[in-house]
C-alpha cells in the first residue's frame, strides 16, 4: 500500500533496469499489488482500459468500482509510483498498453506530457476542473490535491516561534531541527514549485542550507514520526499524513501540529495530482469517460467522504469538513505544465540530497 508512503527518485540505471521488466513485475517491486480489475456490471473484454497508477490505491479503487458499476467498462489497475510509472510509459513510447496514467504529483505528468504521449483532455473534463487545478496545455488535468504544511511538535514550539517562510529554514538557526524526505515525489514536487516561484540561484542556496540544517527520513509519514518523538522540532510534509493518522490511533501525531504558510509563499504550494488519456490508447472514449468520472460529482464526492483526505478540485465539491478549504490557503498560482521534475533533479543533486 502507498496510502502513507511518499514516493522515491529512481537512478538512470533502475530506469533503464525497469524498461526491460514486464509492468506486472513493475507493480511487485514497487509495493503495490498485481494488474486487478474493479468488479461490477457486465462489459466487453474490448471495452476495458487500462490505467498506470501512481495515486493511493485504495483511492483509485474505489474511483475504478465505482465507475464501472456506472458503466460496464471494466477497469485493470496497474500500480506504480510517479515517477517509475512516468519512466515506463516514456519508455514505452506509442506501444504502451496503458490508455489513462494517474500520479499524486504533478511533475511525471508533466514528463510524459513533454515527451508528447498524451491526448487532449475532453471537453466534459475542461469544464469540470477550473482552470486553476489543470495545465493551461489542457493535455492532462487535476484530479485531486494536497497542501505543503510544516508539522511541528507542539510541545516545544509555539505558533510565533514558527517560521514565516519555508525559505527560514535556510537559517542556521533551524540547523538540525527540522526534517524532510528529500528522496520523494512529493517533496520534489514542493521543490519544483520553488524553482518555478523564486528561480534557480535561490532554490540551489535553498538546497545547499537544507543539506546542511535538515535531517533525512525515509518517507513523509516517517519525517512526522520524527517530530512526534522529539527528534526534530518541525517536517516539511503534505497535509494527507497528519490527517489520516488522525483518523486512526494518532499515535504518530498526538505531539504534532500543523502550520500552514500561506501568503504566495513557496512553502504553500498546492500540488496537483493528475489524470491524462496516452495518445496511444486504443480506447480513447472509455479512457476520456474515466477521467471525466473522476472530475465528476460523483468522483470527487469519494475523496470528500474516503479517508484519503484529499482535496478535490473539480464539480464544486468540497473538501472534508476536516480539511482548511482550499480558498483559504493563499496558495501561489503556478502552472502545473511548468513544474520541471528534470531540474530539481539536477538540483538537489548537485546540492548533495540525492
Not at 198 to 214: D, H, R, V
Not at 293 to 311: D, H, M, P
Not at 332 to 348: C, G, H, Q, R, Y
Amino acid at each position: 500500500m502507498k496510502t502513507w508512503l511518499n514516493k522515491s527518485a529512481l537512478s538512470k540505471g533502475a530506469v533503464t533496469a525497469l524498461a526491460s521488466i514486464s509492468i506486472f513485475t513493475l507493480a511487485a517491486c514497487s509495493g503495490g499489488t498485481a494488474p486487478t480489475a474493479s468488479d461490477g456490471a457486465a462489459g466487453s473484454a474490448t471495452d476495458a482500459i487500462t490505467v498506470y497508477n501512481a495515486q493511493h490505491d485504495t483511492l483509485t479503487q474505489a474511483w475504478a468500482d465505482a465507475f464501472t458499476k456506472e458503466t460496464g467498462i471494466k477497469v485493470t489497475l496497474r500500480q506504480g509510483d510517479d515517477s517509475e510509472l512516468s519512466n515506463q510509459i516514456v519508455q514505452e513510447g506509442a506501444k504502451s498498453p496503458a490508455d489513462v496514467f494517474l500520479t499524486e504529483n504533478s511533475p511525471a505528468m508533466t514528463q510524459v506530457e513533454n515527451a508528447g504521449l498524451f491526448a487532449d483532455t475532453s471537453a466534459k473534463i475542461q469544464e469540470q476542473v477550473p482552470a486553476e487545478y489543470r495545465p493551461s496545455t489542457n493535455k492532462w488535468t487535476g484530479i485531486a490535491a494536497r497542501s505543503t504544511v510544516f508539522a511541528y511538535d507542539k510541545t516545544k514550539l509555539t505558533e510565533a516561534q514558527l517560521p514565516k517562510s519555508i525559505m527560514d529554514l535556510a537559517d542556521p538557526a533551524w540547523k538540525g531541527r527540522w526534517a524532510a524526505s528529500p528522496s520523494g515525489a512529493d517533496f520534489q514536487a514542493i521543490v519544483s514549485a520553488m524553482l518555478e516561484l523564486k528561480g534557480e540561484a535561490a532554490t540551489l542556496s535553498w538546497l545547499e542550507s537544507m543539506k546542511e540544517n535538515s535531517k533525512a527520513y525515509k518517507g513523509n509519514s516517517t519525517a512526522m514520526k520524527a517530530v512526534n518523538a522529539g527528534e526534530v522540532e518541525g517536517a516539511v510534509i503534505y497535509h494527507y499524513y497528519w490527517f489520516g493518522d488522525q483518523a486512526k490511533t494518532g499515535e504518530n501525531s498526538k505531539n504534532v501540529a500543523l502550520e500552514y504558510f500561506k501568503s504566495q509563499d513557496p512553502g504553500a504550494f498546492v500540488s496537483i495530482s493528475g489524470g491524462g488519456v496516452l495518445a496511444s490508447s486504443k480506447h480513447q472514449d472509455n479512457a476520456q469517460k474515466f477521467l471525466e468520472f473522476i472530475t465528476g460529482k460523483a468522483g470527487q464526492t469519494v475523496l470528500q467522504t474516503g479517508t484519503s483526505f484529499e482535496y478535490p478540485v473539480a464539480s464544486d465539491v468540497a473538501p472534508n469538513a476536516k480539511l482548511t478549504p482550499l480558498s483559504e490557503l493563499q496558495a501561489p498560482k503556478i502552472d502545473p505544465a511548468k513544474l520541471n521534475s528534470a531540474k530539481v533533479t539536477e538540483l538537489m543533486t548537485q546540492a548533495g540530497l540525492l
